[in-house]
């Protein structure tokens, strides 16, 4: 149980010794830094006054071949959909959380990079850290 007294259910593969029976904790972590920025881009473009109608993201992370098999290099794809949103103040929110406000993306020790879809159609951001 975490400090906000939720349970998780955590577990490894069955051909390491786990029973599988819950996530892993990489893909736990990857979980974490999604919902770290994605409130944090919501959180904005509501301050923003900016209408969001749909929101997810998609996540993916490559690992080192080496132990302890940390993640090199992970993507954050933002999928939002808004009648008032734009690209500048979507993009101004992407980088006002990776960059300032999400403690988990500044916790990493891997290339960031960054794309979005803005009512459909696709945009590519520079990486960070």
Do not use: W
């Amino acid at each position: 149980m975490g400090n906000s007294g939720h349970h998780v259910t955590m577990d490894a593969k069955a051909d390491i010794g786990g029973e599988d029976s819950g996530a892993r904790p990489m893909e736990l972590l990857l979980m974490g830094l999604g919902g770290c920025s994605g409130i944090d881009v919501a959180m904005i473009l509501e301050k923003g006054r900016l209408t969001l109608e749909e929101f997810r993201m998609e996540l993916s992370g490559t690992r080192a071949e080496e132990m302890p098999q940390r993640f090199t290099d992970i993507h954050i794809h933002y999928i939002l959909k808004g009648p008032d949103l734009t690209q500048d103040k979507v993009e101004r929110a992407i980088v006002l959380s990776n960059e300032k406000y999400c403690s988990a993306s500044a916790s990493l020790n891997a290339n960031l990079t960054v794309s979005y879809e803005l009512n459909g159609e696709r945009y590519e951001m520079g990486g960070t850290q």
